[in-house]
Nanobody
Framework: QVQLQESGPGLVKPSQTLVLTCTVS??????????WNWIRQPPGKGLEWIGY???????DYSPSLKRRTSISKDTSKNQFTLQLSSVTPEDTAVYYC??????????????WGQGIHVTVSS
């Protein structure tokens, strides 16, 4: 069974760079047609897609966050990492790593991490 686990700091100061890592078990991040996403949910708000890195290394980011976001992967550790720079209190949220699978019908999210709560505060 595939499992995703987020790790990283729970508290980050404004203007710093947030770095979160997702460790994947039960499947390889290089397996065809899987895309590895970061999604967040600020307090009292809906889910917001941040970006993904694909099985082939291709990345895509939310236009509103693209300038501050980078997603990379370490295939030797079966991990992928989010870097979000110049954080502000508005980046306070629960961050999830999520797998999206491409199918001949389009695709969808099938596995989620439990989420990690990140607070941006001085």
């Amino acid at each position: 069974q595939v499992q995703l686990q987020e790790s990283g700091p729970g508290l980050v100061k404004p203007s710093q760079t947030l770095v979160l890592t997702c460790t994947v078990s039960g499947g390889s991040i290089t397996t065809n047609y899987y895309y590895w996403n970061w999604i967040r949910q600020p307090p009292g708000k809906g889910l917001e897609w941040i970006g993904y890195i694909g099985y082939n290394g291709v990345t895509d980011y939310s236009p509103s966050l693209k300038r501050r976001t980078s997603i990379s992967k370490d295939t030797s550790k079966n991990q992928f990492t989010l870097q979000l720079s110049s954080v502000t209190p508005e980046d306070t949220a629960v961050y999830y790593c999520v797998r999206w699978v491409e199918t001949n019908l389009g695709g969808g999210y099938d596995y989620w991490g439990q989420g990690i709560h990140v607070t941006v505060s001085s």
